[in-house]
Protein backbone atom coordinates (compact mmCIF):
# COMPACT_ATOMS: atom_id res chain seq x y z
CA UNK A 1 0.00 0.00 0.00
CA UNK A 2 1.27 3.65 -0.79
CA UNK A 3 1.82 5.95 2.27
CA UNK A 4 2.30 9.57 1.81
CA UNK A 5 3.89 11.48 4.66
CA UNK A 6 4.19 15.08 5.56
CA UNK A 7 6.23 15.39 8.84
CA UNK A 8 5.61 18.88 10.16
CA UNK A 9 1.82 20.21 10.34
CA UNK A 10 2.61 23.75 11.03
CA UNK A 11 5.10 25.82 9.47
CA UNK A 12 6.08 29.50 10.26
CA UNK A 13 8.42 31.76 7.75
CA UNK A 14 8.69 35.15 7.73
CA UNK A 15 7.81 37.11 4.46
CA UNK A 16 11.10 37.12 2.25
CA UNK A 17 12.54 33.78 3.95
CA UNK A 18 12.66 30.41 2.19
CA UNK A 19 9.64 27.61 2.54
CA UNK A 20 10.40 23.91 2.31
CA UNK A 21 7.37 21.53 2.35
CA UNK A 22 8.41 18.27 3.01
CA UNK A 23 6.79 14.77 1.61
CA UNK A 24 7.98 11.32 1.74
CA UNK A 25 6.32 8.57 0.34
CA UNK A 26 6.09 4.59 -0.12
CA UNK A 27 5.10 3.02 -2.97
CA UNK A 28 6.81 0.35 -4.73
CA UNK A 29 6.00 0.95 -8.59
CA UNK A 30 6.77 4.26 -10.22
CA UNK A 31 5.24 6.82 -8.37
CA UNK A 32 3.25 9.91 -9.96
CA UNK A 33 3.14 13.05 -7.66
CA UNK A 34 1.31 16.18 -6.99
CA UNK A 35 0.95 19.13 -4.63
CA UNK A 36 -2.70 20.40 -3.71
CA UNK A 37 -3.08 23.60 -1.76
CA UNK A 38 -6.12 25.38 -0.02
CA UNK A 39 -6.05 28.76 0.22
CA UNK A 40 -8.14 30.37 3.02
CA UNK A 41 -11.72 29.97 2.29
CA UNK A 42 -10.99 28.37 -1.02
CA UNK A 43 -11.11 25.14 -2.46
CA UNK A 44 -8.59 22.62 -2.95
CA UNK A 45 -6.55 22.97 -6.13
CA UNK A 46 -3.96 21.65 -7.97
CA UNK A 47 -0.25 23.27 -7.55
CA UNK A 48 1.99 21.36 -9.45
CA UNK A 49 2.86 17.56 -10.79
CA UNK A 50 6.46 16.10 -10.77
CA UNK A 51 5.86 15.13 -14.21
CA UNK A 52 5.21 18.86 -15.65
CA UNK A 53 8.59 20.13 -13.74
CA UNK A 54 7.24 22.92 -13.76
CA UNK A 55 7.44 26.20 -11.41
CA UNK A 56 3.74 28.07 -10.44
CA UNK A 57 3.91 30.58 -8.03
CA UNK A 58 7.72 30.36 -7.47
CA UNK A 59 7.44 26.59 -6.25
CA UNK A 60 9.07 24.05 -7.46
CA UNK A 61 8.84 20.45 -6.35
CA UNK A 62 11.95 17.61 -7.58
CA UNK A 63 11.19 13.77 -7.29
CA UNK A 64 13.86 11.83 -5.81
CA UNK A 65 13.20 8.51 -6.25
CA UNK A 66 16.61 7.53 -4.00
CA UNK A 67 15.55 9.33 -0.69
CA UNK A 68 11.59 8.87 -1.97
CA UNK A 69 11.20 12.50 -1.50
CA UNK A 70 9.22 15.08 -3.32
CA UNK A 71 9.51 18.35 -1.14
CA UNK A 72 8.13 22.02 -1.94
CA UNK A 73 10.28 24.66 -2.17
CA UNK A 74 10.17 28.87 -2.65
CA UNK A 75 13.39 30.67 -2.30
CA UNK A 76 11.15 33.84 -1.17
CA UNK A 77 7.94 33.18 0.86
CA UNK A 78 5.13 35.88 0.44
CA UNK A 79 2.13 36.17 3.00
CA UNK A 80 -0.28 35.16 -0.19
CA UNK A 81 1.71 31.77 0.31
CA UNK A 82 -0.06 31.46 3.80
CA UNK A 83 -2.34 28.43 3.33
CA UNK A 84 -2.55 24.45 3.75
CA UNK A 85 -0.26 22.46 1.11
CA UNK A 86 -1.46 18.70 0.40
CA UNK A 87 1.18 16.21 -0.86
CA UNK A 88 -0.27 13.47 -3.15
CA UNK A 89 0.36 10.27 -4.94
CA UNK A 90 -0.89 8.45 -7.70
CA UNK A 91 -0.98 4.59 -7.67
CA UNK A 92 -0.91 1.86 -10.06
CA UNK A 93 -4.79 1.65 -9.58
CA UNK A 94 -4.93 5.39 -10.30
CA UNK A 95 -6.57 6.39 -7.01
CA UNK A 96 -5.13 9.46 -5.73
CA UNK A 97 -3.74 9.91 -2.04
CA UNK A 98 -3.44 12.40 0.05
CA UNK A 99 -0.73 13.48 3.08
CA UNK A 100 -2.13 15.19 6.01
CA UNK A 101 -0.98 18.46 5.23
CA UNK A 102 1.20 21.46 5.98
CA UNK A 103 -0.05 24.63 7.46
CA UNK A 104 2.03 27.24 6.23
CA UNK A 105 1.65 30.83 8.06
CA UNK A 106 3.95 33.91 6.81
CA UNK A 107 4.87 36.21 8.64
CA UNK A 108 4.65 39.76 7.49
CA UNK B 1 -17.50 27.44 -16.52
CA UNK B 2 -19.54 26.59 -12.85
CA UNK B 3 -16.85 24.77 -11.18
CA UNK B 4 -18.25 21.08 -8.78
CA UNK B 5 -21.23 22.04 -7.03
CA UNK B 6 -21.95 20.24 -3.96
CA UNK B 7 -25.22 19.82 -2.02
CA UNK B 8 -26.29 20.50 0.64
CA UNK B 9 -23.29 22.34 2.27
CA UNK B 10 -24.12 21.59 5.40
CA UNK B 11 -26.57 18.83 7.65
CA UNK B 12 -26.78 17.38 11.05
CA UNK B 13 -28.17 13.62 11.23
CA UNK B 14 -28.59 11.23 14.10
CA UNK B 15 -26.61 7.72 14.86
CA UNK B 16 -28.81 5.27 12.65
CA UNK B 17 -30.19 8.01 9.85
CA UNK B 18 -28.98 8.11 6.63
CA UNK B 19 -27.68 10.55 4.58
CA UNK B 20 -27.55 10.92 0.88
CA UNK B 21 -24.79 13.95 -0.69
CA UNK B 22 -25.01 15.26 -4.27
CA UNK B 23 -22.38 16.50 -6.15
CA UNK B 24 -22.68 18.03 -10.10
CA UNK B 25 -19.16 17.86 -11.85
CA UNK B 26 -17.48 20.55 -14.35
CA UNK B 27 -19.05 20.38 -17.65
CA UNK B 28 -17.34 17.98 -20.16
CA UNK B 29 -15.59 16.17 -16.69
CA UNK B 30 -17.04 12.38 -16.64
CA UNK B 31 -15.22 11.49 -13.63
CA UNK B 32 -16.32 11.91 -10.23
CA UNK B 33 -14.27 11.31 -6.91
CA UNK B 34 -15.10 11.43 -3.43
CA UNK B 35 -13.42 11.60 -0.49
CA UNK B 36 -13.93 11.97 3.67
CA UNK B 37 -11.75 14.63 5.25
CA UNK B 38 -11.45 14.69 8.74
CA UNK B 39 -8.88 16.44 11.26
CA UNK B 40 -7.54 12.67 12.55
CA UNK B 41 -7.23 10.94 9.30
CA UNK B 42 -6.91 13.77 6.42
CA UNK B 43 -8.37 12.97 2.66
CA UNK B 44 -8.94 9.62 2.69
CA UNK B 45 -10.32 8.01 -0.65
CA UNK B 46 -13.76 6.63 -1.15
CA UNK B 47 -14.27 5.85 -4.83
CA UNK B 48 -14.32 7.16 -8.39
CA UNK B 49 -17.49 6.91 -10.67
CA UNK B 50 -16.28 7.10 -15.10
CA UNK B 51 -19.03 6.60 -17.52
CA UNK B 52 -21.62 5.48 -14.69
CA UNK B 53 -19.68 3.12 -13.07
CA UNK B 54 -17.48 2.46 -10.46
CA UNK B 55 -13.77 2.58 -11.36
CA UNK B 56 -11.97 3.02 -8.15
CA UNK B 57 -12.92 2.05 -4.15
CA UNK B 58 -11.10 2.89 -1.01
CA UNK B 59 -11.17 1.29 2.48
CA UNK B 60 -14.43 1.69 3.54
CA UNK B 61 -17.63 -0.15 4.89
CA UNK B 62 -20.05 -1.40 2.54
CA UNK B 63 -22.03 1.44 4.48
CA UNK B 64 -20.70 4.13 1.96
CA UNK B 65 -22.06 3.20 -1.48
CA UNK B 66 -22.58 5.70 -4.62
CA UNK B 67 -23.60 6.36 -7.95
CA UNK B 68 -23.25 8.00 -11.29
CA UNK B 69 -26.03 9.62 -13.56
CA UNK B 70 -25.30 9.86 -17.50
CA UNK B 71 -25.56 13.15 -16.76
CA UNK B 72 -21.91 12.64 -15.10
CA UNK B 73 -23.63 13.89 -11.61
CA UNK B 74 -22.72 11.74 -8.34
CA UNK B 75 -24.65 10.51 -5.36
CA UNK B 76 -22.78 9.39 -2.57
CA UNK B 77 -24.98 7.55 0.50
CA UNK B 78 -23.97 6.35 4.10
CA UNK B 79 -26.33 4.40 5.44
CA UNK B 80 -26.65 3.66 9.42
CA UNK B 81 -24.82 6.60 10.64
CA UNK B 82 -22.10 6.78 13.20
CA UNK B 83 -20.54 9.38 15.09
CA UNK B 84 -16.94 8.62 13.03
CA UNK B 85 -18.75 9.75 10.08
CA UNK B 86 -18.72 13.37 11.14
CA UNK B 87 -16.40 14.52 8.54
CA UNK B 88 -15.95 16.93 5.50
CA UNK B 89 -17.24 15.41 2.64
CA UNK B 90 -14.87 16.34 -1.02
CA UNK B 91 -16.51 15.40 -4.49
CA UNK B 92 -13.79 16.14 -7.45
CA UNK B 93 -13.87 15.85 -10.80
CA UNK B 94 -11.60 15.54 -13.41
CA UNK B 95 -11.87 14.68 -17.37
CA UNK B 96 -11.08 11.40 -17.34
CA UNK B 97 -10.37 8.48 -14.62
CA UNK B 98 -7.71 8.36 -12.98
CA UNK B 99 -6.68 11.75 -13.63
CA UNK B 100 -4.31 13.53 -11.26
CA UNK B 101 -5.76 16.66 -11.80
CA UNK B 102 -8.96 16.64 -9.81
CA UNK B 103 -11.32 20.17 -9.28
CA UNK B 104 -12.76 20.02 -5.91
CA UNK B 105 -16.05 20.91 -4.39
CA UNK B 106 -16.25 23.34 -1.08
CA UNK B 107 -17.68 19.89 0.21
CA UNK B 108 -20.74 18.55 2.45
CA UNK B 109 -20.35 19.19 6.36
CA UNK B 110 -21.95 16.27 7.90
CA UNK B 111 -22.08 16.04 11.92
CA UNK B 112 -23.69 12.75 12.89
CA UNK B 113 -25.10 13.43 17.01
Same mark, same amino acid.
Given at each position: ?5 ? =???L ?6 ? =??? /????? $???? $? ?6 VQYS??R ?7 ? $? ?8 ? #? /? ?8 L?? =?????? #? $? ?7 ? #? ?11 Q???? =? | ????T !? ?19 I????S ?7 P ?13 ? !?? *??? *? ?5 S????? *?S? @??? *? ?12 L??? @? ?5 G ?7 S??T??
Amino acid at each position: AQRVTQ =PEKLLSVFKGA =PVE /LKCNY $SYSG $SPELFWYVQYSRQRLQLLLRHI $SRESIKGFTA #D /LNKGETSFHLKK =PFAQEE #D $SAMYYCALK #DGNNRLAFGKGNQVVVI =P | KAGVT !QTPRYLIKTRGQQVTLSCSPISGHRSVSWYQQTPGQGLQFLFEYFSET !QR *NKG *NFPGRFSGRQFS *NSR @SEM *NVSTLELGDSALYLCAS @SLQQGAGELFFGEGSRLTVL
